[in-house]
C-alpha cells in the first residue's frame, strides 16, 4: 500500500488540500480507501459502481484497483460543483465513466451489471438505491456501505433490509464511520 500512496503522492495531496478547503467535500478516510482498494483486487470485478463521487477521492482508489483486474468505474455525483471537480481531479484516470445527476434516476439506465458497488452518497435513500441495483448486481457481487454506523439512524432501513434478505449476506465493520459489506447471494 506504501508503494501505491508514493507513486501518487501529488494526486492525493490535492484530494486533501481540496477537502481541507471546502466543507461540502466529504472524502471517506484513508482507511476505508485502503480498505476498498484491497476489496477490489480480491474481488477482481468487471464492472464497479459508486454512487456518490464527491470530489473523485474514492473513485480514485477505486480505479487504481480496477486497472489491476482492467475494471471499469461508473461512478454518480448529484452536486455539479463537485461534479466538476471530479472531472478535473480524475481526468488521467481512463478506467473511469462519470454520470451527472440523481443515482435514483442514472441506475435504471445503466447498462452494466456490477459486481462491486460503493454506496456513500445520500443516507436516506440507501435504501432505494439498493433495490434499484438489485437487478444490476451480479451472483456473488459485493455492496459496501459508508457511515452506516455514524449515520445508523438515517441507514437504518437500508441496514434492516439488507440484515433480513435472503438476498444478501452482510457484516458491518466498525472502522471509520463503519462499512457495511454485503454480498448478493442470487
Known sequence: MERIKQKYIHELARFEVQKNNNRRLWNIPQQTAELLFTLVKVKSPRHILEIGTSNGFSTFWLSLAAETCGAFVDTIEVDEDRFNLAKKNLENRDNVIQHFGKAELIIPD??????????????????????LLINKLNSNSLVVADNVISHKGTVKEYLDYIESSELFDSVTLNIDSGLNIATYIK
Open 110 to 131: 445503466l447498462l452494466n451489471k456490477y459486481d462491486f458497488v460503493f454506496i456513500d452518497a445520500g443516507k436516506i435513500n440507501y435504501i432505494n438505491y439498493i433495490k
